[in-house]
């Protein structure tokens, strides 16, 4: 059974740091270009950033809204993803997912992030 597990979301000041990491099981992400995620409750998910899976070093992508902020990363040892994000904002604030670039199903469920004073 597939699954991702995403976490390390919280409350946050404007100008903080978290780290997400989104954990998947039941398949490898080795051989998946990954891709993260954000919704606000009443608005389309939007993505946020992406990773490739090229044997020379992963390509990454960025939503221009948090480029030179966010740093999307992998570590196909321990299966993971993770998303740095740096100088945080209250418009950052979003459940934020984790995906396989190919697949539209099979959602976690999700992290919450809240960058608040």
């Known amino acids: 059974q597939v699954q991702l597990v995403e976490s390390g979301g919280g409350l946050v000041q404007p100008g903080g740091s978290l780290r997400l990491s989104c954990a998947a099981s039941?398949?490898?992400?080795?051989?998946?270009?990954m891709r993260w995620y954000r919704q606000v409750p009443g608005k389309q998910r939007e993505l946020v950033a992406g990773?490739?899976?090229?044997?020379?070093?992963?390509?990454?992508v960025y939503a221009d809204f948090v480029k030179g902020r966010f740093t999307i990363s992998r570590d196909n040892d321990k299966n993971t993803v993770y998303l740095q994000m740096n100088s945080l904002k209250p418009e950052d604030t979003a459940i934020y997912y984790c995906?396989?670039?190919?697949?539209?199903?099979?959602w976690g469920q999700g992290t919450q992030v809240t960058v608040s004073s």
């Open positions: 995906i396989p670039t190919s697949w539209s199903a099979n």
């Open positions: 990773i490739g899976s090229g044997p020379y070093g992963p390509d990454t």
């Open positions: 039941g398949f490898t992400i080795k051989n998946y270009a």
